[in-house]
């Protein structure tokens, strides 16, 4: 097993990565310090619930604790007030108090909305995050929590830092191919932003990595966690240095906005952003061989580069409008000096973005 702990005082907290950990879940908990007494909820998602929660309601029963269990339909549409709404029914119907847990088995889309269920509930309660994807490992970590609205993306939220993170790799072995791509965008990502040497280690193990080969994915996943850990233990609140994990993120998020968080997977859209993010940044001045080794990197990890012809620019301006990261009518981008390296660039001129937007839609696109 690889632990590798957030450093946040107080509110610190370990991430451990292995086989076999959702057995263990049970004691995990009495360990943490959640009493018998307080009932635990588990939200997870209606393709990983009928596979892996009766093994995770066993052992939290066979330590001796009453399990509720909200199992929600699959994919990012149930990011929303009314999934909330019936997640917190359940919870309330379940006598949760305010020594109770609640445990996300699943992706993302379990993680940000559990989260924000256990950030909410009576105030705040316990939250441990059981991430089921490779895309996960980075939502799992760091305490951000949401919903979507139907302008925006992760609009509805808090910060708020789970107890733990469990996470057990025998999970990803049932991953289809097109999830375990998406997945691999964000591990890049945390190469790309702040690892020169992992971000092209990632691009020479490309194929090991599709392959789901344990010795390739425990690195990489490792690397990946410890590199937001340090980010986040550095700036839990996004004052600062926290930003640069959103490289990718503000095209990314109004992509999955304008096609109606259906169309790409949350690291498909991503990682068009990273490309439109290194376009930009060859129009700010930097190297244009920063764009080319960013598709290079993503394409070998089976990710799409370009946007389709039918997305209107229109709309993916529209889209950024409703950010958390426009602030005052102006723009703001993670932009990559190099492979490895960013900068926060504030006061990005719309017609620039505009330019890019169009540029990735200059060759077409399978997707």
Not at 197 to 209: D, I, M, P, Q
Not at 228 to 254: C, S, W
């Amino acid at each position: 097993m690889r632990s590798i702990t957030v450093s946040l005082g107080e509110r610190s907290y370990p991430i451990h990565i292995g086989s076999g950990l959702l057995r263990e879940i049970g004691g995990r908990c009495v360990e943490a310090g959640f009493p018998l007494r307080s009932p635990i909820l588990v939200v997870s998602d209606s393709e990983v619930g009928p596979r892996y929660l009766p093994m995770v309601e066993a052992s939290l029963r066979e330590r001796g604790y009453t399990v509720v269990s909200h199992v929600i339909p699959a994919g990012e549409a149930s990011k929303s007030l009314a999934v909330y709404e019936e997640v917190i029914t359940t919870a309330i119907q379940a006598g949760l108090d305010r020594s109770s847990a609640v445990l996300a088995l699943g992706g993302g889309v379990v993680g940000d909305l559990a989260g924000f269920v256990a950030a909410s509930y009576m105030r705040g309660i316990g939250f441990i995050q059981m991430p089921t994807t490779i895309l996960a490992h980075d939502s799992s970590v760091g305490g951000k929590v949401a919903v979507n609205h139907p302008l925006a993306k992760n609009m509805i939220g808090a910060f708020y830092q789970p107890a733990m993170v469990l996470y057990d790799l025998d999970t990803l072995s049932t991953l289809p191919p097109r999830q375990v791509a998406s997945g691999l965008a964000e591990v890049v990502k945390h190469g790309l932003i702040l690892d020169r040497e992992f971000a092209y280690w990632c691009r020479g193990h490309a194929s090991e990595l599709l392959a789901l080969n344990p010795e390739a994915l425990g690195f990489a996943l490792e690397r990946g966690c410890a590199i937001k850990a340090a980010v986040v233990g550095n700036d839990e609140r996004e004052h600062g240095q926290r930003a640069i994990l959103n490289l990718g993120h503000t095209i990314g998020h109004a992509i999955e906005a304008v096609g109606g968080y259906g169309v790409f997977l949350h690291g498909e859209a991503i990682a068009i952003g990273m490309a439109g993010s290194a376009l930009l940044a060859a129009k700010l001045g930097r190297d244009q061989a920063i764009y080319e080794d960013t598709v290079s990197m993503l394409s070998a990890l089976s990710l799409p580069v370009r946007l389709p012809a039918q997305y209107s620019e229109d709309e993916l301006m529209e889209a950024m409008m409703h950010d958390k990261k426009f602030k005052e009518g102006k723009m703001t981008f993670v932009v990559p000096d190099s492979i490895g390296a960013v900068s926060i660039v504030n006061e990005v001129q719309q017609s620039a973005v505009r330019e890019v937007l169009a540029q990735l839609k200059k060759e077409g696109s399978p997707w």
